[in-house]
């Protein structure tokens, strides 16, 4: 094994990404369906998305009441 590289699957160099929000989209676009715009994601994403989208579901119910399904 190569010292100089890591193991596969094991922790690699780190790398920082900086995303550019323009500001007329910063505070979201409004949608009363789920897809706004088609979106491509990483099958190793889905994971991530699904537990913030919990996360931010709790939150908003634990401050505004329980969401209720409309029909």
């Not at 100089?4 to 094991?10: D, K, Q």
């Not at 922790?11 to 369906?33: M, R, W």
Request: glycine share 14%; charged share 20%; aromatic share 6%.
């Amino acid at each position: 094994m190569d010292p100089e590289r890591p193991a596969p699957g094991g922790p690699g160099p780190s790398q920082q990404i900086s995303v550019t929000v323009p500001e007329g989209l910063k505070l979201g676009v409004y949608a009363n369906f789920l897809v706004v715009s088609r979106l491509k994601v990483a099958p190793t994403m889905v994971g991530k998305i699904m537990g913030a989208l919990n996360t931010n579901m709790t939150g908003y119910e634990d401050k505004f009441g329980l969401v209720r399904e409309v029909g």
